[in-house]
Antibody, heavy 118, light 110 residues
């Protein structure tokens, strides 16, 4: 059974940093590309970042480019999102999602809440 | 950047057919995926590549895509289908490739 478990969320002040993790199990993690997707309270889904299976290809949404860094450790079956220079508008539930095909998110974690507030 | 437009809400009586549209410039040339999200839960893929269903998704869920509009059709709607639905594509047309989601449609079962 595919499982994705996010962690690392919490309350952080504007300008601060946070590192999210996503622990994967139940599939060959190193064979699949992954995404981070976020959802602000009461709002729709917003894609954040994509990373290929080997980390050779990475994309970011314009809203986070230059501030967020996606990475993965295939030996640890883990996906990460380093978030720097956080803003109020980054407040959201952050989901990691496994692609079944290019950009087709077949499996999602339950999300971790990031709150940016002073 | 590429934009996907969904109606904010759709209402349907139980047993009837719900159609949720997703508009985008020449969206028929892209592969469209649909997600269902119930309150407090993570999204679930219900249709991918315009019209395919993942295992475990009822046949009542179907999709089509042509021209400037993709459509998610839910036949014989049940109370448990009440949720938010999002369409999604991969936009490779710009200098900044990436995933694009529609704004979401709230399906209300009357």
């Amino acid at each position: 059974e595919v499982q994705l478990v996010e962690s690392g969320g919490g309350l952080v002040q504007p300008g601060g940093s946070l590192r999210l993790s996503c622990a994967a199990s139940g599939f060959t993690f190193s064979s699949y590309s992954m995404n981070w997707v976020r959802q602000a309270p009461g709002k729709g889904l917003e894609w954040v970042s994509y990373i290929s299976s080997s980390s050779s290809t990475i994309y970011y949404a314009d809203s986070v480019k230059g501030r967020f860094t996606i990475s993965r450790d295939n030996a640890k079956n883990s996906l990460y999102l380093q978030m720097n220079s956080l803003r109020d508008e980054d407040t959201a539930v952050y989901y990691c999602a496994k692609n079944v095909e290019m950009a087709t998110m077949g499996y999602w974690g339950q999300g971790t809440l990031v709150t940016v507030s002073s | 950047s590429y934009v996907l437009t969904q109606p904010p809400s759709v209402s349907v009586a139980p047993g009837q057919t719900a159609r949720i549209t997703c508009g985008g410039n020449n969206i028929g040339s892209k592969s469209v995926h649909w997600y269902q999200q119930k309150p407090g839960q993570a999204p679930v893929l219900v249709v991918y590549d315009d019209s395919d269903r993942p295992s475990g998704i009822p046949e009542r869920f179907s999709g089509s895509n042509s021209g400037n509009t993709a459509t998610l059709t839910i036949s014989r709607v049940e109370a448990g289908d009440e949720a938010d639905y999002y369409c999604q594509v991969w936009d490779s047309s710009s200098d900044h490739p990436g995933v694009v989601f529609g704004g979401g449609t709230k399906l209300t079962v009357l």
